[in-house]
């Protein structure tokens, strides 16, 4: 059984860090707050060497931030797209990117509602337990335009649910109670300089 799943498909070995990320360059993560975080963004209509460009920028990101997941808007850049690098809760490892992504409706029957902990590279160092299904399906296109299918459970799940919610303008922030949404900000305000600090170090360490 395969322990990589790269754009939805099982492949016998893969680097520590995708490709992609050997190409890119080190783009700023937008905060909570900002207009590009709060609206839903725009379909990608061209396939090319800026969109490719923009993929490679954003895993490179990604890794340094130490996220699971980046969207698009994520680098102040307004459009449906977002990549990954995630584990699910069997240790699989998924990796990809998805252009103009979809989340499915489940069926509320074959369901599951998990509390679990999750935080998000644009609220720095907050991490609260927000409810995401246990099981998301997310179809889109990938770099070239092609159809793409990725199916995910438990921690993946969340991470496609947490970044179909970027592209549609909504911060897991959107779905806290006014309570819970006072301790995520809290939780930035005590822990954003430490974050940022991390961030740097990995910067150096990645690009020198």
Do not use: W
């Amino acid at each position: 059984m395969p322990s990589v799943f790269v754009q939805g498909r099982p492949v016998d070995s893969y680097p520590r860090l995708a490709p992609e990320a050997g190409r890119g360059s080190v783009r700023r993560i937008t905060e909570a707050g900002e207009e590009v975080l709060h609206k839903p963004c725009r379909d990608v209509t061209e396939f090319g060497p800026d969109l490719a460009a923009l993929i490679d920028d954003m895993f490179l990101t990604m890794y340094i931030a130490e996220g699971a997941g980046l969207a698009a808007n994520q680098v102040g850049v307004d459009l449906r797209l977002f990549v990954y690098d995630c584990l699910d809760d069997d240790g699989v490892r998924h990796v990809g990117h998805i252009v103009n992504p979809v989340l499915d409706q489940l069926d509320p029957a074959g369901r599951n509602l998990l509390d679990e902990s999750e935080g998000c590279l644009s609220v720095p160092g907050a991490v609260v337990e927000v409810p995401r299904p246990d099981r998301a399906m997310v179809r889109g296109l990938d770099r070239d335009g092609g159809p793409l299918v990725v199916e995910g459970t438990g921690y993946f799940a969340r991470c496609l649910a947490h970044e179909t919610d970027h592209v549609n303008g909504h911060l897991y922030l959107d779905r806290l109670s006014k309570r819970e949404r006072k301790e995520a900000l809290r939780q930035v305000a005590d822990r954003r300089e430490e974050v940022f600090a991390r961030r740097a170090a990995r910067t150096a360490a990645l690009t020198s």
